[in-house]
């Protein structure tokens, strides 16, 4: 285990070190929502953004079991949802010091980003993901989310909670008891695709559940997230827009 205050200093250090004006240019002139994820391995990242985009076959973000799936940042848009970005990350395996690699690691993309200019890549917001069915975090990724939050809530990034796989309402309101017993609040309990679940008798289906909430819960917090800029120019129209066709899509 990372003691807590190495992980603390590591991501301090980073942070510093990023300049207070590129993370306050990051909400000017974009044309997409950009979301980055982050969270444990296997933890459902990936389908997560497939079920969002409604990726097909043939474009969708690589799912599987086993040992980190996903690599590297990966970028994903859809024209049936014009206007969303969602980029997909590294999975962080507990145990491995891979926590600071790759919190470092998005830190790291999202300076970079910043650095090549290019508003309509700059990100808006973190997803931080966990699985619905677990009751609670080890106490070393733990540590990770709230200096993650603490960070970004000072860098007025808004950090949201995204419960996935929530097929099962006893489960994840446990987890959600759990993360408010933190003090983390912007929380949304997700399920991006079908959950079967076939006993002897009978075959349930449990369907897709809370995209939007998490979407509109996004956007309302990076509205809402201080930056003077983001209610002078374009984007807040342009954001409404993008909200508005996602909110009314049915596909
Ligand atoms: N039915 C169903 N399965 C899910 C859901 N979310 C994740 N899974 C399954 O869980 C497994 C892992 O999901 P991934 O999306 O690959 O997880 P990941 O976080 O991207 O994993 P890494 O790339 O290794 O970091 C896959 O087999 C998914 O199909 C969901 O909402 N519904
Ligand atoms: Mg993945």
Redesign the pocket.
């Known amino acids: 285990m990372i003691p807590r205050n190495d992980i603390s200093q590591f991501i301090s250090n980073k942070l510093h070190n990023a300049s207070e004006t590129i993370i306050n240019s990051m909400l000017i002139e974009s044309k997409h929502f950009n979301i980055i994820?982050l969270?444990?391995?296997?933890?459902?990242?990936?389908?997560?953004?497939?079920?969002i985009l409604k990726l097909d076959q043939n474009n969708k973000?690589?799912?599987?079991?086993?040992?980190?799936?996903?690599?590297t940042f990966q970028e994903y848009t859809s024209i049936k949802r014009p206007g969303l970005r969602l980029i997909?990350?590294?999975?962080?395996e507990i145990g491995s010091h891979n926590i600071t690699e790759v919190i470092g690691s998005v830190e790291k993309h999202i300076e970079t980003i910043a650095k090549l200019g290019d508003p309509d890549k700059f990100i808006h917001c973190i997803w931080y993901?966990i699985d619905g069915n677990s009751a609670r975090c080890e106490k070393e990724e733990e540590n990770a989310i709230m200096e993650l939050k603490d960070i970004y809530e000072e860098k007025k990034l808004p950090v949201i909670f995204a419960l996935?796989?929530?097929?099962n309402v006893n489960e994840y309101e446990k987890m959600i008891r759990y993360l408010n017993s933190l003090g983390i609040n912007d929380i949304v309990p997700?399920?991006?695709?079908?959950?079967?679940i076939n006993t002897n008798k009978e075959n349930i289906q449990v369907k897709?559940q809370n995209l939007k909430k998490l979407i509109k819960l996004s956007f309302d917090k990076c509205k809402n997230s201080g930056y003077p800029s983001f209610k002078k120019s374009l984007k807040e129209k342009i954001f409404d827009n993008i909200l508005k066709y996602f909110m009314e899509s049915n596909n």
């Open positions: 994820l969270g444990k391995t296997g933890v459902g990242k990936s389908t997560l953004i497939n079920g973000a690589k799912e599987g079991y086993g040992r980190s799936t996903t690599q997909d990350s590294r999975g962080i993901c996935t796989r929530s097929f997700v399920l991006a695709k079908t959950y079967e897709p």
